[in-house]
């Protein structure tokens, strides 16, 4: 078991956390070697940092749980952004590149990290990913997290700005149940709301818990399929690539 997240330490792609099967839960040794392993990490994601920034580049991690639809508002996002802003993908998932395939058809570069049975991506990962990629400057490297509420939120990657995805089809109740996840996004979307017709979320609950959770948080409903919302989210990208100077009074 992975002393700091709970994966199996089963052994993954790119994935070279220290793992023990011995220690029990709550043991000292477990305290220090989550330390241990959150340090070295934190330190790859501000020389990640310091790389981005070096080249202009805009750093955003998209999370969320499987099936929120990260990968269709991505190829929805490269095809409106073109000829505007380039974005360029890292994705992970356990297995397959299926959705980089997707995003590969959307007309945006990107890199696949497989991560075997690990349940997020880390610093280290990132870093190679980069390499790899090599985002042009002025461009937005979206960074699509394995499929997770819980462990990715621990893991700072080195970017400039943490992107929360909840589709109606969850359920209202993922801000409450998972706070820590939420409590760190600088944007939350609410996604699939072409699906509220047939579904049974309230929105003003979800509005409201998440305003109680993440005050600084920015909500916004989309929907990849009808287009909804999609605007707002772009123009978000674009300020945050180049923030606009405030207007003059």
């Known amino acids: 078991m992975c002393t700091t997240c709970g994966c199996d330490g089963a052994g993954a792609v790119l994935h070279d956390h220290e793992h023990s099967h011995v220690i029990p839960a709550g043991d000292s040794r477990t305290v220090t ?47 409106d952004l073109a000829g505007r802003l380039v974005i360029c993908v890292i994705e992970g998932d356990q297995e397959t590149a299926l959705d980089a395939d997707r995003i590969r058809a959307a007309g945006s570069a990107v890199v696949q990290i497989n991560t075997g049975a690990g349940c997020h991506l880390d610093a280290d990962m990132v870093a190679r990913a980069l390499a790899a990629l090599d985002p042009p400057p002025g461009s937005v490297a979206v960074i699509e997290n394995v499929g997770n509420l819980v462990c990715p939120a621990l893991f700072d990657l080195g970017e400039s700005a943490r992107v929360v995805l909840g589709s109606v089809t969850e359920g209202a109740d993922k801000p409450v149940k998972y706070p820590l996840m939420f409590r760190g996004a600088d944007l939350v979307l609410v996604t699939k709301t072409d699906l509220l017709p047939y579904v049974d979320f309230d929105l003003v609950r979800y509005t409201a818990d998440l305003a109680k959770i993440a005050p600084r948080a920015r909500a916004l409903a989309v929907s990849a399929v009808s287009g909804a919302g999609l605007a707002d989210f772009c123009d978000w990208l674009e300020r945050r690539q180049r923030p606009r100077p405030p207007a003059r009074g």
């Open 33 to 79: 070697l989550q330390r241990k392993v959150l340090a070295k990490n934190d330190a790859i994601a501000q020389r990640n940092r310091d790389w981005l920034a070096g080249r202009g580049v805009c750093m955003v991690n998209l999370m969320s749980s499987p099936g929120a639809g990260k990968t269709t508002l991505l190829e929805r996002t490269a095809t």
